[in-house]
């Protein structure tokens, strides 16, 4: 699947997108955050802000106990300042 | 019914004008148009905001919004216009027009749009000041203001 | 601080944009422009509208409800224009503008002035159809509406 | 003192303004009304409508209870319809 990552988050992260094979297990939005942020450094100082990092799956806000199961496309970001 | 993305700066009376022409049935027109203030959040003189967005997504927001606050509301018509990139004190980031027979409708609707759209539209701000650029937190009380509408 | 009244048709985007100009403290502007619609209150086709006023008291009372808006809310500026004399459907009747650093605070306030406006002003409407003319009744609702802001 | 008619007061009245002398007695807006429509039929059928008829003194909202002592310009008129 693709991420794409926005704002302080796509900054830490080092990328604005990047395509990932998440491991079997990893079913939802909170185990593929706990996933990423072993993946390195940069991920963890990137997601350890928790809650306060938000998640879409294809276009739409999804909660952290969305299951991932076929989405295309997952974004993640900080509360958003728009407006 | 519209809603556009764009970098350039907008005419908000001229899109109001454009927006409300030959509507024989509008008694009621609302704007709320959000200028870029001369100063950060933290009182220094403010250069520029820099608005970083997630294209796709944000299109898709702004019409769900859109059409939550239609579905909730009677409006004539409506025009949602936000823009991304580089933005200079004085000018307008984000346009809501909304057009009805009644004002509290068309009151009603408009800052229920702009509410949401604070909170759930994905566009992020950067300040550019003297000491260097920097992400605005988001306001709690932002979340509170959208919060509202799920009440009751 | 302004109140207008006269008989001339007005642009609303250009009295915003003159309004809104060089306010570098301005995040949030809000306009409401109510129309003269093609519609009696009875559903009749609609001639015109034609508004009687007591000029004195109206301009007197426009400027005591805009400065108890000023009074509750922090606002960096605000408008009142309101037309009288004959008004055909499509053109505007009353425009209010608020400016504010913040947005619930320019909104609060425009629906505060025109509550109050719909209430208080000396402003009396008669609706000109091919049966001939009449009075427009008022509106509980918008006593309703301005009871409002008495509360809590 | 002066006094003004508005929409359909004005109408019934058949007058915008006049001055007129209200004799000893009568010292609020209410009482004001009372003697006004004892003055002729159109007077009658002017102020009929009762609490639905408004007043202002010297250009501000006045309650019939309201003193009318030292008023220079009265106005009736019906509930506003601006906006």
Known sequence: MKLKYFAWVRERVGLAEEDVDAPAGVATVAELVDWLRGRGPDYERAFAAGPAIRAAIDKRHAKPDASIAGAGEIAFFPPMTGG | ?152
Chains 1, 4 share one sequence.
């Open chain 2, 1 to 152: 019914m519209t809603v556009r993305l764009q970098s350039e700066p907008f005419d908000s009376g001229a899109e109001v004008a454009r927006l409300s022409e030959g509507r024989a049935g509008v008694g009621a027109v609302v704007t709320f148009t959000g200028l870029c203030r001369d100063r950060a959040d933290n009182g220094a003189p403010l250069e520029a905001l820099i608005l970083e967005h997630y294209p796709e997504m944000a299109q898709a927001e702004l019409e769900r919004i859109e059409a939550e606050a239609r579905a909730r509301w009677p409006l004539v018509d409506a025009l949602l216009v936000h823009r991304y990139g580089r933005i200079r004190p004085g000018e307008p980031i984000v346009l809501v027009a909304t057009l009805s027979a009644h004002r509290a409708t068309a009151f009603a609707a408009a800052e229920f749009l702009m509410d949401y759209l604070k909170t759930s539209a994905p566009f992020w701000k950067q300040e550019e000041t003297a000491a260097g650029t920097g992400w605005v937190a988001a306001k709690d009380a932002d979340d509170a203001a959208a919060e509202r509408w799920s009440r009751g």
